[in-house]
């Protein structure tokens, strides 16, 4: 049975520091079949996933290192560089993306919200399988022209984030974090 210290040493390993093997399809599948099971208002399934895996990996960092340099004709080597191992380092990239076509009784707020909570989950279905992952998102996530024209969404998606998976090559180092006690308020009525 999963435990709340099983929970509390959830933590991302940064991608440059993820290597092979990723995880067998078998192990994928597993992680994806935890990673579903979130809050999901009116059993929309608001979501689907992309793999980036193999020869994929470097044809999307070409694509996203040319569309940095269209956006940013000065961007720097090691922008460009960081961009491409974004994509190249990690032996997995999942593409998490929310489908937020019209919907008369869920609002698109909810359905992006349920897809959120899936990449959550991956992280920590990745982490029990005994690999490491980093959710990140920057300016392709906002991106149209690459979401559109080199992922393949449609006009009604949007790209929750990307979930880098791996071996990690260190141990992801523990970050301070929030104190609770201090964030929690008591509602009195009005």
């Known amino acids: 049975m999963l435990t709340l210290t ?3 040493q959830r933590r991302s390993t940064p991608t440059r520091q993820l290597a092979a093997p990723g995880p067998s399809d078998d192990q994928l599948l597993r992680m994806l079949r935890t990673a579903v099971r979130v809050p999901d208002h009116g059993k929309r399934v608001p979501f689907r996933f992309l793999r980036i895996a193999d020869q994929a990996r470097t044809a999307l960092a070409d694509a ?31 593409a998490v993306i929310a489908q937020q076509g019209p919907d008369e009784s ?9 897809a959120a909570c899936v990449c959550l989950l991956l992280l920590q279905a990745a982490q029990a399988e005994g690999f490491g992952a980093q959710w990140l998102t920057g300016w392709l996530a906002y991106d149209r022209p690459f979401l559109e024209g080199v992922l393949g969404l449609t006009s009604d998606e949007r790209l929750v984030g990307t979930i880098a998976i791996g071996t990690p090559q260190v141990q992801a180092p523990e970050r301070e974090r929030p104190d609770p006690a201090a964030l929690l308020q008591d509602w009195t009525g009005a």
């Open 6 to 8: 099983a929970l509390d």
């Open 64 to 94: 996203a290192v040319a569309r940095l340099r269209a956006r940013e004709p000065d961007a720097s080597a090691a922008q460009i560089e960081k961009l491409r191992s974004r994509f190249t380092q990690p032996p997995l990239t999942l």
């Open 106 to 114: 869920i609002p698109a707020e909810e359905r992006f919200a349920t």
